[in-house]
C-alpha cells in the first residue's frame, strides 16, 4: 500500500486508534498492526508509532482537566519517576536488541487485562482485609510499567489503569483520565530520542499523527459516556487481542 492510499488509510488508523487509546484501550492494537500494513518494519514501525501516537496523548490530556480535579497531589507524586524511567526504556530500546524482552510483553500485557477484569474484586478483598498494596509492591511494578511503556509502550494505558484503581482512583474513567496525563508526560523526551536516534519513517508518521489528534479530542468524552462494566470488558477485550497478537509475532 503506497502514496495517497496510504495515507489515508493511516489517518483513519490514526482517529480510531486516538478514540480508543484515550477512552480507556490501546492505540497500538490499531496504530502498529497499521504501519506494519504499509510496509513498515517492526522496529522503524514501533518507533514511528510512538511519535505519532504522541498527539493522541496530548489532546486527551487537554480534556482530561475535569475528571482528574483533586489529583494534582497524584500526579506529582507519579510524573518524575515515570517520566524518567520512560526515557530509561526508550535509550534501552535504541541501544540493544529486544528478543527476550519482546517474548515477555504478551504475558504481561495479558495478566495486565485479566487484573482490569478482576479490578472490583480485588478492591473489595482488599477493603475487606483493611490494608493497601504495600508501598514497595506498587514502586517496583510502577516502574517496571514505566521502563516498559519507553521501551514498546502496548498495553501500559492498562497497567498504569490497573495500578491507579488499586492504588489511588477506584472511578474507571477518572483512573483513565489520570493515565493519559501521566503517560503523555512520559512519551515527550522518548518521543524525542526517537526522533532524534530512531528511524521514524517521517512520511508515514504525520497523517498517523494528524489521525490521533483527532482520536484524541473524541476519545475522553466517549470514555465519560460508557458505563464502566462495559469500558472494562471492552479495554480488557483490547489486551487480550493485542496479547495474542504480541505472542504469535513474537
Known amino acids: 500500500m503506497q502514496g495517497i492510499l496510504a495515507e489515508v488509510f493511516l489517518a483513519a488508523a490514526g482517529?480510531?486508534?486516538?478514540?480508543?487509546?484515550?477512552?480507556?484501550?490501546?492505540?497500538?492494537?490499531?496504530?502498529?498492526?497499521?504501519?506494519?500494513a504499509v510496509g513498515i518494519p517492526p522496529l522503524a514501525a514501533n518507533v514511528t508509532n510512538s511519535v505519532a501516537l504522541l498527539g493522541s496523548g496530548l489532546s486527551s490530556a487537554l480534556r482530561a482537566r475535569p475528571d482528574v480535579a483533586g489529583h494534582g497531589r497524584t500526579i506529582r507524586a507519579w510524573l518524575p519517576a515515570y517520566v524518567a524511567l520512560s526515557l530509561a526504556g526508550a535509550a534501552l530500546l535504541v541501544m540493544t536488541p529486544g528478543g527476550v524482552f519482546d517474548r515477555i510483553v504478551p504475558y504481561l500485557v495479558a495478566a495486565g487485562s485479566l487484573v482490569l477484569l478482576l479490578q472490583p474484586a480485588i478492591s473489595r478483598w482488599q477493603q475487606q482485609r483493611g490494608q493497601a498494596l504495600a508501598r514497595p509492591v506498587v514502586g517496583i511494578a510502577g516502574g517496571a510499567v514505566a521502563i516498559y511503556n519507553g521501551y514498546f509502550g502496548a498495553g501500559s494505558g492498562i497497567l498504569v489503569i490497573v495500578l491507579l484503581l488499586l492504588t489511588t482512583e477506584p472511578v474507571l474513567h477518572r483512573a483513565n483520565a489520570l493515565k493519559n496525563i501521566i503517560l503523555v508526560a512520559s512519551d515527550v523526551l522518548p518521543a524525542v530520542l526517537f526522533a532524534v536516534l530512531g528511524t521514524v519513517v517521517w512520511h508515514e508518521m504525520w497523517p498517523l499523527a494528524f489521525g490521533a489528534v483527532v482520536g484524541g479530542l473524541i476519545g475522553p468524552a466517549v470514555a465519560r459516556r460508557v458505563p464502566s462494566a462495559i469500558l472494562r470488558v471492552l479495554i480488557a477485550l483490547c489486551g487480550f487481542t493485542l496479547a495474542g497478537y504480541l505472542f504469535f509475532v513474537a
Open 15 to 36: 482517529v480510531v486508534a486516538g478514540v480508543i487509546g484515550t477512552a480507556g484501550g490501546i492505540t497500538s492494537l490499531v496504530a502498529y498492526p497499521a504501519l506494519l
